[in-house]
């Protein structure tokens, strides 16, 4: 599936050549390229997307025939570095409000859905959405490519249309005449020789983001080294039991958390994926009960043996709120 771009990056180009970690590196560490964009490849069958926001990783989502659906940045990012399957990437640039929208596709259903321009008046839908001073975006996709109208009342808030689209356009866009926009995507809209699905969607609010990579390691790193110290005191048999109890306790809460390893004594966060703000209130929870259980052995010492493990990292959990829902607040002060 094509989208939208204000400035290509790569494009086309055999997944085998090109090095991903290095594109990811290189998007955090240099200002240059600290964008809004979205890195893709196209795959047989299906079509992989990590979108940036200044460069980090915030969000991934996946095309497989006509379905779109989220899916975690580490899945997308895993399956580009290990070049498995044959693929070709295309990093472009795009505008923050456009990276609202593409990532919102992935996760909301639309107002209004597969509304066919063979069966649909689109001049008519039009004057509605118009009449009606609807507050949010429509999709029409045509040769392949994803286009988008965002509307704020009466007017236009933005279009964003793949190459096909914007060329043709490209007078009428620049005159910034919402009106003579719309009656131009009417007449290609009817006037093309397929079928054209519009789907239109609510206001979205705010950026939908998933935890980044950089917070799930952190949070990795939070629990292997409450298991690395605390079992300095009560052993790593008796640690391990205690973290595992926990976690199947917490996990009859939070579901998503079975997909939590504990393989060899080391967690690995990795295939979690659920929306962030759960995601540190549930490690947050787990990590309650295991105080608990701690405490068993550990008596009074247990808070402060446990704080004691992650306190050089006090900072960043303050960030991520994780104290906000851990016994070891009472640490803090």
Request: aromatic share 10%.
């Amino acid at each position: 599936m094509r989208l939208p771009r204000k400035k290509i990056l790569i494009e086309n180009v055999n997944l085998l050549y090109i090095d991903i970690p290095k594109i990811i590196q290189l998007s955090q560490v240099d200002r240059r390229a600290k964008i809004d964009g979205y890195l893709s490849v196209i795959y047989p069958g299906s079509q992989d997307i990590i979108f940036l926001k200044k460069g980090e990783m915030i969000n991934a989502g996946t095309f497989v025939g006509p379905e779109k659906k989220p899916v975690s940045v580490f899945k997308a990012l895993d399956r580009m570095k290990k070049k498995e399957d044959d693929g070709s990437v295309f990093y472009s640039e795009i505008e923050e409000s456009l990276l609202k929208l593409l990532v919102a596709i992935f996760y909301f259903e639309p107002k209004h859905k597969n509304l066919s321009s063979k069966y649909t008046n689109i001049r008519k839908l039009f004057e509605v959405i118009q009449k009606n001073k609807f507050e949010g975006f429509l999709e029409f996709e045509i040769n392949n490519g994803l286009n988008f109208i965002e509307f704020s009342g009466e007017k236009i808030g933005g279009c964003f249309f793949c190459d096909d689209v914007e060329e043709p356009l490209s007078e009428v866009l620049s005159r910034g005449d919402d009106q003579m926009i719309i009656e131009s995507v009417i007449s290609m809209i009817e006037n093309h020789t397929e079928e054209v699905l519009v789907n239109i969607f609510n206001k979205v609010e705010e950026l939908k983001m998933q935890i980044s990579p950089a917070q799930i390691q952190m949070l990795e790193k939070v629990v292997n080294s409450i298991i690395d110290g605390v079992s300095k005191s009560i052993g790593m048999a008796n640690t391990i039991d205690f973290m595992q109890l926990s976690l199947e306790e917490t996990t009859q809460k939070h579901k998503f958390l079975k997909d939590v390893n504990l393989t060899n004594n080391v967690c690995k966060l990795d295939k979690v994926f659920t929306d962030p703000d759960l995601f540190v209130r549930s490690i947050a929870e787990w990590i309650n009960g295991f105080v608990d259980k701690a405490s068993l052995s550990l008596g009074d010492k247990t808070y402060e043996i446990t704080y004691n493990c992650i306190k050089d990292m006090r900072f960043a959990l303050e960030k991520l709120k994780f104290f906000n829902s851990s016994y070891l607040k009472s640490m803090l002060s």
